[in-house]
């Protein structure tokens, strides 16, 4: 599964922070909210780890998840119904807690596709490193952007995920790796910029930072499916 380039720097500040830092309360929490007409698994992966813990949030409820103040993975959901493998796309809600400068960092990911409309919003946020609608804002892609025909993944001929152009060619023009390894050489493509053009709030591909990374300092985050 692709990372976005986000975590990969923010593991490395968070991991330099000193302890003054930390929250007075030593944790925070995430709530997913399922707004969707239809029940949700809903997926909880702590970065580092190979899979997550799952949980079915009904339409209509929510789930709290309290979590240590340092930190870092990812939310996702599909329908309860959907069978589907772990590699298929998922909307994604991405977090570093406590990171560079004490700041949590946090975004909408597409880079690997999607399946879901999605939002984040702090809790008590103050402070942050950014600037305008990224510092405490809420993310929000509340209609999918549109999808390729053969980009689209379906099951029992219902939709289940819309494919990146990563994911589906693999190629390292649009997966960011060999020779295009760097934003000079991995500039944005046709279908990045299609998926930026529906949502601008979203990772659209792997250097899409600049006008995705969200940052705050909160008490924690909700996350809320079909906004």
């Not at 922070?17 to 702590?46: E, F, P």
């Not at 589907?84 to 596709?113: I, M, Q, W």
Request: hydrophobic share 25%.
């Amino acid at each position: 599964m692709h990372f976005s380039t986000l975590f990969s720097l923010a593991a490395i500040a968070a991991g330099a922070m000193a302890s003054s830092n930390s929250s007075s309360d030593g944790g925070m929490q995430i709530v997913v909210k399922n707004q969707c007409d239809y029940d949700l698994t809903v997926t909880k992966l702590t970065n580092g780890e190979s899979s997550g813990t799952t949980a079915i949030v009904s339409q209509g409820s929510s789930k709290t998840y309290p979590l240590d103040e340092k930190w870092q993975g990812r939310f996702f959901g599909s329908k309860s119904t959907d069978k589907g493998k772990a590699s298929d796309p998922r909307s994604l809600a991405e977090f570093t807690f406590r990171g560079s400068g004490g700041n949590d960092f946090y975004d909408l990911s597409f880079v690997d596709g999607f399946n879901l409309p999605i939002k984040i919003s702090p809790m008590d946020g103050h402070g942050g490193a950014s600037s305008g609608k990224y510092n405490c804002g809420s993310p929000t892609c509340s209609s999918l952007p549109s999808c390729p025909d053969d980009m689209k993944l379906t099951q029992d001929g219902e939709f289940i995920g819309c494919q990146s152009a990563c994911s589906k060619y693999g190629s390292d023009e649009y997966c960011c790796t060999g020779d295009h390894s760097n934003p000079e050489t991995c500039p944005p493509n046709s279908y990045s910029k299609a998926v930026k053009d529906d949502c601008s709030d979203a990772y659209s591909y792997a250097y899409d930072d600049s006008s995705s990374t969200y940052s705050c300092v909160a008490q924690g985050y909700n996350i809320v499916f079909c906004p």
